[in-house]
């Protein structure tokens, strides 16, 4: 659980560091794929520490995985607003 815990806050930096790069790179295309990766990873590691019980109750997990599909929501959104400025 410890190590769990660990990597979560680990990846949870790493992205706010992509999202930074990104939001500061000319090309942000190719940033924001990498945050998406980086953003898959955190899904499936806030479901692996789900299985190992590792969050108290239920609700911190529903917490957890909201914050992120909302996070992965935004970076979707930036991804399309990027295609439709490349189309335009």
């Known amino acids: ?10 990846k949870s930096r790493d992205i706010v560091s992509l999202i930074v790069k990104a939001n500061a790179a000319q090309d942000k295309r190719a940033q924001l794929v ?9 899904l499936i590691l806030v479901r692996i520490a789900k299985e190992a019980k590792a969050f108290k109750n239920f609700k911190s997990f529903q917490f957890a995985i909201e914050q992120v599909v909302s996070v992965c929501r935004q970076n ?7 295609k439709k400025q490349v189309s335009v």
Request: zero cysteines.
């Open 1 to 10: 659980k410890y190590t769990l815990g660990t990597e979560l806050r680990n």
């Open 34 to 42: 990498q945050v998406r990766e980086a953003l898959d990873e955190l």
């Open 76 to 82: 979707e959104g930036w991804l399309r607003s990027l």
